[in-house]
């Protein structure tokens, strides 16, 4: 067939990853219900619900192996005509129940068409925060014009701001000019004014009529799988609202290095994939601020966090020097802007602040991470691990630190897993497995009940189990190991099968049956292979810091991220994702970009703070380092080849009762560390 299409295309969905080959002519819908891709239907695919709506990612994808072309899909339907014009769509979504497959072909199912919305795991930590925005409110009480004094109404506001604030100088914004002499007249000549300070100076860049005493400002973290915000009080600092959503890029490439493809391949990629976060954002900010009753226009300061790619194409910059060595920077410091710059729908006169990037790899999330959690004040030898699709990882203390990424890909969150998936309703994310049957009992998000306790499946009857997310994955396979399912080598025991059904070949390998259901969950030797070379790589960054540093061991490690605020710290040391190291001093940070993020929202002394330690940080380049291999290769093995597991042999039971006891009671075993500040009430 012409234009690449032959009697059979291969379809990949986004974001769940799954793909597979169908004949041509198959309808979206179909293919995505025998791949188990979950996009919800109610009408039977009659093109009346409309809930099925997918969009067409164009372009080609070298991730993938394929070219995705409109082409590739039938032509717009009457059914889907008749859906538009009765009920309306947005442009570039078809109707998967009647859109066909015509040649190869990537579909992103957007969260409003799952029937498990995706859960944004980046909630707000609590923290008390040392209040300084830089944003402000202001009530003047303005002389009135006067024939005999000559002054224009802003020169009055500014004299007024002097002699009631003891601000001088303040400039003002054109839009903050043009609406200035009614909101005088309206307020009596008594107004509110919004005065924005940095390293500029004051600034007035919002004002209104009479006393005004909230304003709000949001803290971001733009990661390459989810976006969270943190809507803020700038008064109070209260978090007043929160929200997550998938970063719609994923449709361009799971992970960093897809997207950069995409770019590289597609001109204007980058175009299109600034566009589709910058949207998000301003859907996330509507979100946030209907949630706490106010407009978007009541937003007048943001902070953004991201990785360096994510930080480029915020920004509107190609990222494609990030591609490749010596994976040079646009800009790495800190950036000052108008909301309006990015196409953001906040007040006209909201102000952004960027944090700094490290280096090319280590970006503006580390800065926030490394806020948040402060090593650089502390003696102590900490190694803290942002863990996603990218880890980024600090290492040291206030005498010196260290930083490095490493590619760790998306098998964390459960893609590249056969039956992985993201954290949503349905999802496995605990996992226990009985020394002596070999018999698993798990949880599953949105159920507070194990499957071995009565209820279970009428708890679970409205979701299901539907696959196993990254914090279940890393519980199977670190049980199966103490269990002898699986080999220090990473082998699932097949000889494990005369003890038990759960065990069965697959061809050369064996995989093991943790949920006999529809569908059914099996942990494949596949999965192990994937997340061995996930931890394999995060293992061996932390290590190529430790020889910089001169060390063999570390005094703390915190776990930090969406990912690393839901594994259990001593599973972690199981699989030997990190170092060895005393059991009581891993723990958890929750998100703490997104703290970063607020701390640098209502603290400006934080923001300068920041940019002074990023100076300082030493950034190692794992691509380059010859050792980075070595340590790899030797982390593959469970724990990893480099340490004896003696640590946490000693500390525990294998797995300890009291770690299970807590994970079980909802705990995890966890711990948060709190440096900067005191916990808030």
Not at 570 to 582: K, R
Request: net charge negative; charged share 25%.
């Amino acid at each position: 067939m012409p234009d690449g299409k032959t009697s059979d295309a291969l379809l990949v969905f986004t974001p769940s990853g799954r793909r597979g080959r169908f004949p041509v002519g198959t309808p979206i819908l179909t293919a995505a219900r025998s791949l188990g891709v979950d996009i919800d239907s109610v009408c039977g695919g009659r093109g009346i619900c409309g809930r099925c709506q997918v969009v067409l990612s164009e372009g080609e994808f070298a991730k993938h192996g394929l070219t995705s072309r409109a082409g590739h899909l039938s032509p717009w339907s009457a059914v889907e005509e008749r859906y538009r014009s009765k009920r309306g769509m947005k442009a570039g979504r078809r109707l998967s129940c009647t859109a066909t497959l015509q040649g190869d072909a990537v579909i992103d199912v957007p969260a409003d068409s799952q029937v498990h919305k995706q859960v944004v795991r980046k909630r707000a930590e609590v923290r008390a925060i040392e209040m300084n925005p830089a944003t402000r409110l202001h009530y003047l009480e303005v002389e009135e014009p006067d024939m005999h004094k000559p002054q224009g109404d802003l020169e009055r506001v500014q004299a007024a701001l002097a002699a009631q604030w003891g601000i001088e100088g303040a400039a003002a914004d054109l839009d903050v000019i043009r609406v200035l002499q009614a909101a005088l007249r309206k307020g009596g000549f008594r107004i509110t004014v919004a005065v924005h300070e940095d390293r500029a100076g004051p600034r007035i860049v919002a004002v209104w009529p009479d006393f005004r005493d909230r304003i709000y400002g949001l803290a971001i973290d733009v990661g390459s799988t989810t976006i969270a915000a943190h809507l803020c009080d700038l008064a109070s600092g209260e978090v007043v609202a929160s929200a997550g959503v998938m970063n719609p890029q994923i449709r361009f490439g799971e992970d960093l290095m897809s997207r950069v493809s995409y770019v590289l391949m597609n001109p204007g990629g980058d175009r299109e994939m600034t566009a589709a976060v910058r949207e998000a954002i301003s859907d996330l900010a509507a979100e946030v601020a209907a949630e706490a009753g106010i407009a978007p226009g009541d937003i007048l300061e943001a902070v953004f966090v991201g990785n360096p790619i994510m930080h480029h194409l915020l920004l509107g910059i190609d990222p494609s020097e990030l591609g490749g060595a010596p994976f040079a920077l646009a800009a790495g410091t800190a950036q000052s802007l108008r909301a309006s710059e990015l196409d953001l729908k906040l007040h006209p006169g909201a102000r952004v602040y960027v944090l700094p990037c490290i280096a090319g790899h280590v970006g503006a999330d580390t800065a926030a991470v490394a806020l948040s959690e402060t090593p650089y004040l502390s003696d102590e030898i900490a190694l803290i691990v942002d863990v996603g699709t990218n880890a980024e990882i600090l290492l040291g203390n206030r005498h010196r630190l260290l930083a490095a990424s490493s590619p760790t890909g998306p098998a964390f969150e459960g893609a590249q897993i056969s039956c992985g998936q993201r954290a949503a309703p349905g999802a496995i994310e605990r996992v226990r497995i009985d020394r002596e049957t070999l018999e698993p009992r798990f949880k599953v998000i949105g159920c507070d009940l194990w499957s071995n306790e009565p209820g279970f499946a009428q708890a679970v009857a409205g979701i299901g189990v539907t696959g196993i997310c990254g914090s279940g994955i890393i519980e199977a396979l670190a049980e199966m190991y103490l269990s002898g399912l699986i080999r220090a080598d990473g082998i699932v025991d097949g000889t494990k099968g005369a003890r038990t059904h759960r065990i069965a070949g697959e061809g050369r390998t064996f995989s093991y049956l943790l949920h006999d259901g529809d569908p059914a969950v099996r942990i494949t030797q596949g999965d192990v292979r994937a997340i061995q070379l996930a931890k394999g790589a995060l293992y061996a960054g932390a290590r190529l810091l430790m020889d910089h540093l001169g060390i063999d061991r570390v005094e703390r490690v915190t776990l930090a991220g969406a990912f690393g605020s839901h594994i259990d710290p001593v599973y972690a040391m199981v699989l030997g994702l990190i170092p060895d190291c005393d059991p009581a001093k891993v723990g958890s940070a929750g998100n703490a970009a997104g703290t970063g993020a607020r701390i640098a929202l209502l603290n400006t002394a934080a923001r300068a703070e920041i940019e002074d330690v990023v100076r300082r940080i030493e950034k190692i380049e794992t691509a380059v380092e010859p050792k980075f291999q070595e340590h790899f290769v030797g982390a593959m093995a469970i724990p990893h080849a480099t340490a004896p597991y003696t640590e946490l042999a000693k500390a525990v039971d294998l797995p300890p009762r009291e770690v299970t006891a807590a994970a079980e009671a909802g705990e995890g075993g966890r711990s948060r560390r709190r440096r900067r500040g005191t916990p808030a009430a």
